[in-house]
């Protein structure tokens, strides 16, 4: 009797809509166990594998309260596979039954979807389960305005999560549901605050049907599929891939971490936020990071999308054994030179008052 192969369900949206707190949301539940969660982060240095919640880190790779067990990639996704099933049979790790996906919010889900589908090292041992798309109530019609990902990976779900629409205007998502109606119309709409959706909504929505997806998803799969053959074709059939500068999406899109060794005081981090916000929002596309704040002895989490900057979060303790400030920016055109001298302006000056 064949083994049945284990469904794959992938979470993507765009930066800053709400994918991580849906996962830390479904970590909670105890029927989220025996899965293996990949997240695929851009740019070499990542910490949303440090806002999962853990109690095992080791090589980016890291198993879950809950059981499940949770990878960080920013490479292939099928040599990612491979490893967690090889050190499963060697007992390093804990068997799973299915696996989740958080895309990167860069990601064009189309080429990540027919590899799933397609690629001979995981057809035999994998399906595709189901595709989920949060879309950011405050920022998502403008964001679809502006990027094409955005518009592929609301257009592929199976399901669309409105989040953040308790901070969104009501006639502002009423807008943006009939948009996404256009957009997809087949697949069912949530609106969800604090990533609260119901494991069955993730987990429950079986085959991935692409003749049940608008022509244009289905011609989208269809170049990846081309794309995907020539690639393969190109390197015997391998998973090799060349160099390519993992920190910048674009020539105008880039990412990079501003790192600070010793603590800030939290006057001039706010400040400093709250003018960069003010100055140059639209181009702030992902602000996340750990704050290492002279007046507490653990870290603030701050998260930022565009103009728009969540409360900070203090932690009860450090994720890992660096101490250091790490703040994760996406931007559009912006130099990370002009954000580290701001930031070091603003909390000079707030240290001078003190």
């Known amino acids: 009797m064949a083994e049945e192969k284990k469904p794959i369900t992938i979470i993507t949206g765009f930066l800053g809509s709400g994918k991580t707190t849906v996962l830390n949301h479904l970590l909670g539940d105890e029927r989220f166990a025996d899965t293996a969660v990949i997240i695929n982060e851009f740019g070499e240095i990542g910490i949303d594998h440090l806002l999962v919640e853990t109690s095992f880190e080791e090589d980016e790779l890291m198993v879950m309260q809950s059981g499940c067990i949770c990878c960080t990639i920013r490479g292939d996704l099928v040599d990612t596979l491979a490893d967690l099933e090889t050190r499963t049979k ?150 090799d891939h060349a160099a390519q500068d993992v920190n910048r999406h674009d020539a105008e899109i880039s990412a990079f971490c501003i790192t600070e060794s010793k603590p800030l005081p939290w006057q001039g981090v706010k400040a400093w936020l709250e003018s960069i916000g003010s100055l140059r929002g639209e181009d702030l596309l992902r602000i996340k990071g750990f704050v290492n704040v002279a007046e507490f002895d653990t870290p603030v989490v701050i998260h930022g999308v565009q103009h728009v900057f969540h409360p900070p979060v203090r932690l009860e303790s450090w994720p890992d054994e660096d101490r250091s400030t790490r703040i994760v920016f996406i931007v559009r055109n912006i130099a990370k030179e002009g954000l580290e001298r701001s930031l070091s302006t603003f909390c000079q000056a707030a240290t001078n008052e003190t």
């Open 90 to 239: 060697a007992g390093d790790l804990p068997p799973f039954s299915r696996v989740l996906v958080e895309t990167t919010g860069l990601a064009d889900p189309a080429p990540i979807l027919q590899t799933v589908m397609s690629d001979p090292l995981l057809v035999d041992k994998y399906r595709l389960g189901g595709v989920v798309a949060t879309v950011d109530a405050v920022n998502g019609g403008a964001t679809l305005d502006s990027h094409d990902e955005a518009v592929k990976q609301a257009a592929v779900a199976d399901r669309l999560l409105v989040t953040k629409t308790d901070l969104a205007d009501d006639g502002l998502v009423v807008k943006l549901e009939a948009r996404l109606g256009d957009l997809n119309p087949r697949a069912p709409l949530e609106q969800i605050i604090a990533g609260a959706v119901a494991p069955d909504h993730v987990f429950g929505l079986g085959f991935y049907d692409v003749g049940g997806k608008t022509a244009d998803v289905r011609t989208w799969l269809a170049d990846a599929e081309l794309e995907i053959r020539d690639h393969g074709d190109h390197h015997g059939g391998g998973h």
